[in-house]
């Protein structure tokens, strides 16, 4: 795989294919760049696609793992990325990328970022600034429980985050090996939960980021996704949602060619 030295002599991991302007694909947690291995053949005939191991995953190495801060730190190392790819870029992002990839357009040199398009970002800085405390506060407490429990190592709880996006029972439904790795890491996945309520990006920053951003829910998707897009369209001034029909989290997977078309705009 190729690889970036970042200026801390840290090491980002990537895979590259195709060719065309520059497309930047960020993972969800856990994962890695192969999180988007259905999605890539559809648009690598019209992009140079770079779908980078965050830091902490695949290849890459790692950043502290303080809960404030870590969204950025991980996106400095995408925008540096970026930034190497020496045109606009297109960037993506899945879920907790959806974060990462926002943060990686706040930091990037001016010009670095042509769009921003968001895949279901759990992004609930969005719902702090704009005080929605209605959708925040619950889902605030459903996480803190889960990360807790998954730090302290109890087994099987990394279903509590699985259901919460994917609808009850769909951990106990996933193939044993799927379960096994999300088990796994579950004490990784708390480190990014953790990390997406304690997001540093500011109102003054985000009004502040003129190029276009779509974010994108599936229909099937808890209501919480919707309010996390309405708040990032509230609060950035380019920004816009859609929906894709008949989709869920899980979209990468389910319908990649239409996360692809979404992408290609």
């Known amino acids: 795989m190729p690889m970036l030295e970042l200026p801390d002599g840290k090491k980002l991991h990537y895979r590259e294919e195709g060719n065309g302007p520059a497309l930047l694909l960020a993972h969800g947690s856990p ?26 995953y695949g290849g890459s190495d790692g950043v502290p793992d303080a809960p404030v801060g870590r969204a950025a730190l991980m996106g400095a190392a995408v925008a540096r990325l970026a930034e190497s790819a020496g045109v606009p870029v297109r960037l993506a992002g899945h879920s907790y990328g959806g974060v990462v990839a926002m943060q990686a357009g706040l930091q990037a040199a001016p010009g670095t970022i042509e769009a921003l398009v968001l895949f279901e970002p759990v992004f609930f800085r969005a719902l702090q600034i704009t005080d929605d405390r209605e959708a925040l506060d619950p889902a605030a407490a459903h996480f803190e429980d889960y990360a807790g429990r998954a730090v302290a190592g109890e087994a099987g709880v990394v279903r509590l985050m699985i259901d919460y996006w994917f609808g009850e029972g769909a951990f106990a439904r996933m193939p044993d090996p799927v379960r096994g790795y999300l088990d796994a890491n579950a004490p990784r996945n708390a480190l990014d ?71 290609a705009g």
């Open 193 to 263: 939960v953790r990390s997406s309520f304690n997001d540093t990006a500011t109102s003054a920053q985000l009004a502040a980021f003129t190029p276009p951003v779509t974010v994108i829910c599936g229909d099937r998707s808890p209501e919480i996704v919707r309010a996390i897009g309405r708040g990032m369209v509230q609060l950035l001034p380019n920004a816009r949602m859609d929906a894709l029909a008949g989709a869920n989290h899980g979209m990468l997977d389910s319908h990649p060619e239409a996360v692809a078309r979404s992408i």
């Open 31 to 56: 994962g890695d760049s192969r999180s988007w291995s259905r999605v890539v053949p559809h648009l690598r005939e019209r992009f140079r696609v770079l779908a980078v191991d965050l830091p902490g």
